[in-house]
């Protein structure tokens, strides 16, 4: 045990050799030790306030376990077979759309967590270790984080007073603006600021924007130092698509209406300069520094980008014939057979990349494989665009279950978790790295809000559900303050409007008050032509 003591424990019929062992260790019977181990598997097996049953056994499993996944491995464990870091990662505050519906005071905390890990400048830290030692880079999605799970939070719970908590910056070392990534302690800064402040400050410092109006590459961007040189004056597409998303979010919850106005200009900017980015069919993935396009249909090496596509539909900035049609273009990177969503196609072998994608072995990851928190971003382009059949075929495709039952040999990891990523090419199909990664956390935000349709607004919920036409009728059971409400979705019929009924009498609205009236009743959704 922990104090180097040997202590034996007698093996007991019906009882685990593991569970003795525990039993041992805790100065616990079996029994004692078999009721803790049952009481372990209640609590994560009900994580998440939305239970669903819908028939469909392999998705019922996903949607029970992925919180599981998010819980341990994302949210507090940080760490998987081959990458136990144990850091904190910037970006994992995104898997706070998913324990949003387990835990909101854990996000609330790590929200106030992260903004404590943030400089003057608007960089952060990108992967620390606690107070404060750790990554620092010059980087925009991370930085864009923090005002995107804020704005989710306030939106999910009603609290407003999180925008009011003060947090210090910390201290340089921030890495100068021509400098690589770098790992060093920092201390807090006497003078705080509002959350609220922190988040601007973030949005604000990506106001740079190069030739084509574009928002402009850092020399650091993915954090990896490669290609530094071609980097300087490099525009993102998707960061600029991204951006837009991230200030609409953000401009939701406040109550500035001068600042709400600021960031409108700004969005359509934005919007405007997106047109630029227009070849064909297809939105290009960045421009470098000499301004030629990467992802253009000409292109010898990535002339497909996925998630550009997507963002494209999800964040609103494409013009929506461009962005329909670029979701459709994007539909030749999935590989159905091989159960592969194809990050980009094709990869880069010497390419021209300013994102670092190069550096890595064509197929695998952002290199021409799937990274499936972008394939999940490109599910959710679907549903966007109400294409919930097309949107379905692609869920069963990247589901973990379908990889162990029909090339489980080839999968070669396990297929109870959601993988980060599988490889395309040379490596089609081969699992990569699993439990971590936040995939699982995006693709259970996406089963939620799009397919079942549950939009929490604080002490109300939407309903606007888009079930494929297998699921006949699902029943959900959400779990809120003031008891339980139970949701039977009616998907027997193709066409009419959803109708909200409640006690027999049917509502034109899909909106539910989550007060003490409706708990222990059961809501009915049935389309009525």
């Given at each position: 045990d922990s104090d180097g003591?040997?202590?034996?424990?007698?093996?007991?019929?019906?009882?685990?050799?593991?569970?003795?062992?525990?039993?041992?260790?805790?100065?616990?019977?079996?029994?004692?030790a078999e009721k803790d181990f049952a009481e372990t598997k209640t609590f994560y097996a009900s994580l998440s306030d939305i239970e669903a049953h819908t028939g469909s056994a392999e998705f019922d499993y996903l949607f029970k376990w992925l919180p599981y996944q998010t819980y341990c491995a994302d949210f507090y464990g940080r760490c998987c077979y081959g990458n136990a870091v144990g850091g904190y990662d910037f970006r994992s505050l995104l898997d706070g759309h998913a324990m949003l519906y387990c835990d909101p005071p854990a996000v609330r905390r790590r929200i106030l967590d992260a903004a404590g890990h943030q400089f003057r400048s608007g960089d952060v830290q990108r992967l620390w270790f606690p107070p404060a030692v750790g990554l620092c880079a010059h980087e925009a999605t991370d930085r864009l984080c923090l005002p995107l799970m804020t704005a989710a939070y306030v939106t999910y719970t009603g609290d407003f007073t999180v925008l009011a908590e003060r947090i210090p910056y910390l201290t340089e070392p921030a890495p100068p603006a021509d400098s690589r990534t770098v790992f060093a302690a920092a201390e807090p800064t006497k003078k705080s600021d509002s959350v609220l402040e922190h988040c601007k400050r973030a949005l604000e410092s990506l106001s740079a924007t190069g030739a084509h109006g574009l928002v402009c590459e850092f020399p650091d961007e993915d954090g990896d130092g490669a290609r530094r040189d071609e980097r300087r004056g490099a525009e993102n597409v998707r960061t600029t698509m991204f951006l837009y998303y991230v200030v609409g979010r953000f401009s939701s919850?406040?109550?500035?209406?001068?600042?709400?106005?600021?960031?409108?200009?700004?969005?359509?900017?934005?919007?405007?300069?997106?047109?630029?980015?227009?070849?064909?069919?297809?939105?290009?993935?960045?421009?470098?520094?000499?301004?030629?396009?990467?992802?253009?249909?000409?292109?010898?090496?990535?002339?497909?980008?996925?998630?550009?596509?997507?963002?494209?539909?999800?964040s609103g900035a494409g013009r929506p014939d461009r962005a329909e049609t670029a979701v459709k273009t994007a539909l030749s990177l999935v590989d159905f057979k091989a159960g592969v969503v194809k990050s980009m196609d094709p990869p880069f072998v010497v390419g021209r990349d300013t994102s670092g994608t190069a550096a890595l072995p064509p197929g695998v990851k952002d290199n021409g494989?799937?990274?499936?928190?972008?394939?999940?971003?490109?599910?959710?382009?679907?549903?966007?665009?109400?294409?919930?059949?097309?949107?379905?075929?692609?869920?069963?495709?990247?589901?973990?279950?379908?990889?162990?039952?029909?090339?489980?040999?080839?999968?070669?990891?396990?297929?109870?978790?959601?993988?980060?990523?599988?490889?395309?090419?040379?490596?089609?199909?081969?699992?990569?790295?699993?439990?971590?990664?936040?995939?699982?956390?995006?693709?259970?935000?996406?089963?939620?809000?799009?397919?079942?349709?549950?939009?929490?607004?604080?002490?109300?919920?939407?309903?606007?559900?888009?079930?494929?036409?297998?699921?006949?009728?699902?029943?959900?059971?959400?779990?809120?303050?003031?008891?339980?409400?139970?949701?039977?979705?009616?998907?027997?019929?193709?066409?009419?409007?959803?109708?909200?009924?409640?006690?027999?009498?049917?509502?034109?609205?899909?909106?539910?008050?989550?007060?003490?009236?409706?708990?222990?009743?059961?809501?009915?959704?049935?389309?009525?032509?």
């Amino acid at each position: 045990d922990s104090d180097g003591e040997i202590r034996y424990c007698e093996e007991k019929p019906g009882v685990s050799n593991l569970l003795s062992i525990y039993g041992a260790l805790r100065g616990k019977s079996p029994e004692a030790a078999e009721k803790d181990f049952a009481e372990t598997k209640t609590f994560y097996a009900s994580l998440s306030d939305i239970e669903a049953h819908t028939g469909s056994a392999e998705f019922d499993y996903l949607f029970k376990w992925l919180p599981y996944q998010t819980y341990c491995a994302d949210f507090y464990g940080r760490c998987c077979y081959g990458n136990a870091v144990g850091g904190y990662d910037f970006r994992s505050l995104l898997d706070g759309h998913a324990m949003l519906y387990c835990d909101p005071p854990a996000v609330r905390r790590r929200i106030l967590d992260a903004a404590g890990h943030q400089f003057r400048s608007g960089d952060v830290q990108r992967l620390w270790f606690p107070p404060a030692v750790g990554l620092c880079a010059h980087e925009a999605t991370d930085r864009l984080c923090l005002p995107l799970m804020t704005a989710a939070y306030v939106t999910y719970t009603g609290d407003f007073t999180v925008l009011a908590e003060r947090i210090p910056y910390l201290t340089e070392p921030a890495p100068p603006a021509d400098s690589r990534t770098v790992f060093a302690a920092a201390e807090p800064t006497k003078k705080s600021d509002s959350v609220l402040e922190h988040c601007k400050r973030a949005l604000e410092s990506l106001s740079a924007t190069g030739a084509h109006g574009l928002v402009c590459e850092f020399p650091d961007e993915d954090g990896d130092g490669a290609r530094r040189d071609e980097r300087r004056g490099a525009e993102n597409v998707r960061t600029t698509m991204f951006l837009y998303y991230v200030v609409g979010r953000f401009s939701s919850i406040l109550s500035d209406t001068d600042l709400k106005l600021r960031y409108a200009t700004w969005r359509k900017r934005l919007a405007d300069a997106l047109d630029a980015a227009w070849e064909e069919d297809r939105y290009v993935r960045q421009f470098g520094a000499d301004g030629r396009a990467v992802g253009a249909p000409y292109d010898a090496e990535c002339a497909l980008d996925l998630s550009v596509q997507a963002l494209s539909v999800l964040s609103g900035a494409g013009r929506p014939d461009r962005a329909e049609t670029a979701v459709k273009t994007a539909l030749s990177l999935v590989d159905f057979k091989a159960g592969v969503v194809k990050s980009m196609d094709p990869p880069f072998v010497v390419g021209r990349d300013t994102s670092g994608t190069a550096a890595l072995p064509p197929g695998v990851k952002d290199n021409g494989g799937q990274r499936t928190s972008k394939a999940v971003g490109y599910i959710r382009a679907l549903y966007a665009l109400g294409q919930k059949e097309a949107a379905y075929k692609l869920v069963e495709t990247i589901n973990p279950v379908r990889h162990g039952k029909t090339d489980g040999d080839n999968y070669r990891v396990e297929p109870y978790v959601l993988a980060d990523d599988v490889g395309a090419g040379r490596y089609k199909g081969r699992g990569g790295r699993t439990w971590y990664g936040g995939a699982a956390s995006a693709l259970y935000a996406c089963f939620v809000e799009d397919l079942l349709g549950l939009h929490r607004r604080g002490r109300k919920i939407l309903l606007s559900p888009a079930p494929p036409a297998q699921f006949k009728e699902i029943t959900i059971r959400l779990r809120y303050d003031c008891g339980y409400l139970t949701v039977i979705i009616d998907n027997t019929s193709a066409k009419g409007e959803w109708k909200t009924i409640v006690d027999g009498i049917a509502y034109n609205t899909n909106e539910i008050s989550l007060t003490h009236s409706i708990a222990g009743k059961t809501v009915r959704l049935k389309r009525v032509p």
